[in-house]
């Protein structure tokens, strides 16, 4: 599943592969056949194509016609030359075209002369009043075009003489009412199109006139409902076009007696649900859409649809979304959801959209080259970071034992954030390339919830902390005279209490999965952060109770202690200097937090505006959500080792002395080399002296004896 073959070869490509723009097969067939050309569009624009085409240049074959006019054989060309009635023609003509005149008016018969007139273009020309008797003689005409006119009113038969009509265009017009009456006559149409009129109600029996109609376009007008009587003739119908209206109720087997219908859009309505029954005979149906509708579908809902190539299902939630859903259209081809993820739960369709959530791709967990190089990077600077700080304070003695401890109990939740990482980059190389086959698996897995558990806690505790630490500081610097100031073992029991604040946080979601649903496992990252919220109500709630409830009070929190923090520094700046000196160990430390709590404002307020931006159905491109998830929110975590200690004043001097001790010992082996050479050469020397000296004696000695006497 989710693999495709390479035309006729035997070779076969993931879907990721087909219809991406370049050509991966042999043979060039994962490019073939792209285009959702299922239902009869496409024949649409084939027929319509030819019902404009103009022969080629001939000589004009007519006596009459306005020299404004272009004539090329019996067609004459009238557009745009200010007539404000149907002029005086050669009754040869076979095509007409009025558009963009004056024309008001037609009054009795004025077309009687043109028995050869095949097509005719009355379109832009404000008409209002149309006689009854207008297109009387007109047994010849088979394509009448008045669209984008001011007719409100036809009367009952004034097409009763067009016996041969194929296609009548009435679009943009204020109708308000129609009749099967008003068709009367129309026994050869196929084609009728009222597009962008004023449309409140079908008829009954709408096609009583028009055995033979086979495409009828009601797009755009006013239509609220649709009866199981409104198509009970339209034996012939395959083509139904009732995209952009109002429509909000579908009756039991409206659809029913269409059984030749391919082709039927109900996109953009009001419509809630669709009974089965109005879906279960349509054996034939090849295109559907139903997208753009606030729509609940059923797990059987396209049971009976297996000829279907084509499905539309855009902007529709689907909370019960399974592959038994459309596991019964085995010939789908084109499926357009409005998530990601949904494809997931179509692996047999060839072209599945969205291609992305912004996050994932089909080929691959992570979508583009710069997430997964950014995953590593800030995972290796999360992690090594953290540990390093941890280290370095664990070395390093503080007097404030109680606020180290803290500072290195925020770094193992902010590493919590690396290892999270850490195994998304390994997850997106395990599934490189394929990573659609197992999408579902993934997301459904207990290791992406775990991981996107591990990612709550981490982003909780550290949000927690962060408000503590500031709420301790704030406590020192407004009352410094009080006895807030937890001692350590306080400080042990709040830090406790946090950690399974966060941890009961994190794990609430996994208690009840029907309430919640999978909430850690709705994208590839397993991070509950969803543009669109998720379909769950408990989980929706939840979201938000989270990231505008207890985060945001947090930020509140945190930008009013600082605030307050400010006021109070001001004020002291006033007083004695033996009191300032008192405070400057905690002003500084104030300052410090300041920049912290600055990186989590610039982390936290782009989560905060997309929640917000949810509520109100906002369209949020899936890439904004990537970027929080991988970069914005994992860099606060990478930021706070450099903030908590490299860049201390505590720190560096420590440093310094750290550095400046080494340099010593340095200094005083170096010394002590130098030393050790000397006097060693020193005492080479005087050994070398020494015995040049007794050599010299013993020659003396020697020399005086030979001298003596025996």
């Given at each position: 599943?989710g ?10 490509l993931?879907?990721a ?8 097969c042999?043979?060039g ?5 792209c285009d ?7 024949m649409?624009?084939?027929?319509h ?11 004009c ?42 024309i ?16 005719l ?13 207008a297109?009387?003689?007109l ?5 009448l ?23 009548l265009?009435?679009?943009?017009n204020?109708?308000m ?11 050869s ?9 004023s ?15 086979n ?6 007008n ?11 003739t ?23 007696s ?10 953009n309505?009001?419509i ?20 753009y ?14 000829q279907?190539?084509?499905l ?54 992570l ?13 290796c600077v ?23 401890m ?8 902010d590493?919590?954030?690396?290892v ?15 990573y ?9 897995s ?10 709550m806690?981490?982003t ?5 902390l962060?408000t503590y ?23 042990l ?18 208690w009840n ?14 991070f509950p952060?969803y ?8 989980g ?17 929190i ?6 307050s923090?400010?006021?109070?520094i ?6 004695t ?16 937090f300041?920049f912290?709590?600055?990186s ?16 109100f159905?906002v369209e ?6 990537s970027?929080?998830?991988?970069f914005?929110?994992?860099i606060?975590s ?10 201390t ?13 080494q ?17 060693v050469?020193s005492e080479?020397a ?9 050599g010299?004696?013993?020659m ?11």
């Open positions: 599943m693999y495709f073959p390479c035309g006729n070869l035997t070779t076969c993931p879907r592969f087909h219809c991406d723009g370049a050509k991966d042999e043979n067939a994962d490019e073939d056949s959702d050309n299922s239902g009869w569009f496409h649409f624009n084939q027929i194509s030819e019902g404009n085409k103009r022969n080629e240049t001939q000589e074959r007519l006596s009459q016609y306005p020299e404004r006019c272009d004539c090329n054989g019996t067609n004459l060309d009238c557009v745009d030359v200010n007539l404000e009635a149907v002029p005086y023609i050669s009754s040869n003509v076979t095509f007409l075209s009025l558009k963009q005149n004056k008001h008016v037609l009054p009795d018969e004025v077309f009687i002369r043109y028995k050869d007139l095949n097509m273009f009355l379109q832009h020309n404000s008409l209002k009043n149309i006689s009854q008797s297109f009387f003689g047994h010849q005409l088979q394509r075009y008045l669209s984008n006119n001011s007719i409100r009113n036809l009367k009952q038969g004034v097409f009763s003489h067009l016996r041969q009509l194929k296609w265009i009435l679009d943009e204020p109708i009412k129609i009749s099967p009456e008003l068709f009367t006559g129309l026994e149409l196929v084609f009728l199109s009222m597009i962008n009129n449309l409140e109600e079908l008829p009954p029996k709408l096609c009583a006139q028009m055995p033979l109609i495409w009828m376009d009601f797009e755009g006013h239509l609220k409902t649709l009866h199981d009587s409104n198509f009970l339209c034996d012939k119908l395959t083509v139904l076009f009732l995209r952009d209206n109002q429509i909000g109720l579908v009756e039991e087997n409206t659809f029913s269409l059984r030749s219908l391919a082709e039927i859009d109900l996109s309505n009001l809630t649900e669709v009974p089965l029954s109005s879906l279960k005979d349509l054996k034939d149906l090849q295109k559907l859409n139903l997208g509708n606030p729509l609940s579908l059923c797990v059987d809902q396209f049971e009976g649809l297996q279907l190539q084509s539309g299902l855009e902007k529709i939630e689907i909370p019960n979304i399974g592959t038994r859903m459309f596991q019964p259209m085995r010939n789908l081809s084109h499926i357009y959801f409005k998530k990601f993820r949904y494809c997931s739960y179509a692996p047999h369709v060839r072209v599945c959209t969205p291609l992305t959530d912004g996050l994932s791709s089909f080929e691959n967990l979508a583009s080259n710069v997430l997964r190089v950014f995953v590593w990077v800030i995972a999360t992690c090594f970071g953290n540990i390093f700080v941890i280290g370095m304070r664990s070395l390093i003695q503080s007097e404030n034992k109680t606020h180290t803290s500072i290195k109990i925020l770094c193992c939740a590493c919590l954030m690396g999270y990482l850490f195994f998304i980059g390994v997850s997106d190389v395990k599934y490189r390339g394929q659609k086959k197992y999408a579902l698996l993934w997301m459904e207990l290791q992406c919830k775990s991981l996107g558990f591990l990612a806690l981490s909780e505790v550290s949000v927690l962060l630490l500031t709420l301790e500081k704030y406590l020192a610097i407004v009352f410094p005279f009080s006895n807030f100031r937890p001692g350590k073992r306080q400080t029991i709040i830090l406790i209490t946090i950690w399974i604040v966060g941890f009961i946080i994190a794990i609430i979601p996994f999965e029907d309430f919640f649903g999978n909430y850690y496992g709705k994208n590839g990252v397993c952060l543009a669109d919220q998720t379909e769950e109500e408990g929706k709630r939840y979201s938000l109770g989270i990231f505008l409830g207890v985060n945001l009070l947090a930020f509140i945190i930008v009013f202690s600082y605030v923090m400010f006021c109070s001001q004020k002291t700046a006033l007083r200097s033996e009191f300032r000196s008192h405070t400057h160990r905690d002003v500084a430390v104030a300052n410090r300041f912290i709590v600055l989590d404002a610039v982390c936290w307020i782009p989560v905060f505006l997309l929640k917000i931006l949810s509520l159905n949020i491109p899936g890439t904004v959500t970027w929080i998830v991988i914005i929110l994992p606060n990478a930021l706070n080792p450099i903030l908590y200690t490299l860049t004043s505590f720190f560096k001097e420590k440093l310094k002395k750290l550095l400046h001790k340099r010593r010992k340095s200094i005083f082996r170096t010394d002590r080399k130098s030393l050790s050479t000397s006097i050469w080479d005087v050994v070398h002296q020494s015995s040049f000296a007794l010299c004696l013993n003396k000695t020697f020399n005086d004896s030979m001298i003596q006497p025996t």
